[in-house]
């Protein structure tokens, strides 16, 4: 008797749901849209301020008083600050139409002064001050002649400080000597 026997059939492969067509966006006609492009607004961008240096503007005054007893006349120098900010450093030469010896010379900062010729004094600031806008700083040198002057002379005060007003720069004094006694 033959027996039958119940083979195992195999388990079915698991299966995968069908796949769902999908469809592709219809093509436009013509060439493609161009998307909206952000527009930049202006915006104001503050300057940044630049530090521009400004020259200083110094005016120069002279004035004289003479002993002539002693053949000496002392020159009073006044610088005075016109500019904008306060400044450091002044330097002058004083020239004067006849031979003289400068004898002294004083004011604030220690100015020093030497001669270049027997003509020309040179001062500079040993000790710079600071001259404020419309500050001064004052100067005076005594000089002395090799005898009273027999006729006038011109007494005249440069600044060598570069600034903005040239015009004010200097300044002359003109001294007129006593007539000689008989």
Same mark, same amino acid.
């Given at each position: 008797t033959a027996c039958a026997r119940a083979t195992p059939s195999p388990t079915p492969a698991p299966t995968r749901p069908p796949a769902t067509p999908t469809k592709a966006p219809p093509k436009p006609a013509g060439p493609p849209a161009a998307s909206p492009t952000p527009v930049a607004t202006p915006v104001a961008v503050p300057a940044t301020p630049v530090a521009v240096p400004l020259l200083p503007d110094f005016g120069i005054q002279k004035s004289a008083q003479c002993d002539w007893a002693q053949a000496?006349?002392? !020159?009073?120098? /006044? =610088?005075?600050?016109?500019?904008?900010?306060?400044?450091?450093?002044?330097?002058?030469?004083?020239?004067?139409?006849?031979? !003289?010896? /400068? =004898?002294? !010379?004083?004011g604030p900062g220690g100015p020093i002064c030497f001669m270049i010729t027997p003509s020309i004094i040179r001062c500079d600031d040993r000790y710079p001050r600071s001259v404020p806008h419309n500050g001064t700083i004052g100067m005076g040198l005594v000089v002395q002649f090799p005898a009273v002057p027999l006729k006038p002379f011109q007494n005249c005060v440069y600044l060598l400080t570069s600034d903005a007003n040239p015009q004010n720069n200097h300044a002359c004094v003109t001294i007129v000597p006593p007539p000689p006694t008989p």
């Open positions: 000496q006349c002392t !020159f009073n120098i /006044l =610088v005075t600050n016109y500019g904008p900010d306060t400044q450091m450093g002044i330097s002058i030469t004083d020239t004067m139409t006849i031979s !003289f010896a /400068l =004898v002294g !010379f004083g």
